[in-house]
């Protein structure tokens, strides 16, 4: 599997995470909502887009929403919903390009506000000590 497959399911699982969470199983049929938050309304795109570009495909990918959407905290469930994802991305060069065109590029952005913050993309062992010597 091409290293971009990969990157593209990656960077789609958290909007397609959020649509399942905001839409459940409708998401494969519901319109916009601007109720909903702008992650789970593009996740709700992605998914429209691979039903869409692979009708042949749409029992298999509506039955891992439906699972993902019965429980949202079932790892196997969402690695299911994923694996649906890399084969029409795999099976589909246009699809992979509507995909990345819909995906934010840039990169990633990481903000931290406020006293004592912290902010980075992966993080280990973080010690602050403000300039303090001795115990308290």
């Not at 091409?2 to 998401?27: D, F, N, R």
């Not at 692979?54 to 949202?72: C, K």
């Amino acid at each position: 599997m091409s290293a971009e497959i990969v990157q593209l399911v990656e960077q789609a699982g958290p909007y397609v995470a959020s649509a399942v969470g905001a839409y459940g199983t409708a998401v494969l049929t519901r319109a916009e909502d601007a109720a909903v938050d702008a992650t789970a309304n593009l996740g709700r795109r992605i998914l429209q887009a691979v039903l869409r570009r692979r009708p042949g495909q749409a029992a298999e990918l509506e039955g891992a929403v439906d699972d993902a959407a019965a429980d949202p905290d079932d790892a196997d469930a969402a690695a299911a919903l994923r694996q649906q994802l890399k084969r029409a991305l795999r099976e589909d060069a246009e699809l992979r390009a509507e995909l990345a065109g819909l995906l934010p590029s840039g990169g990633i952005t990481i903000t931290a506000s406020g006293e004592r913050s912290i902010a980075a993309y992966r993080i280990g062992t973080v010690n602050i000590d403000n300039g303090r010597s001795g115990t308290r």
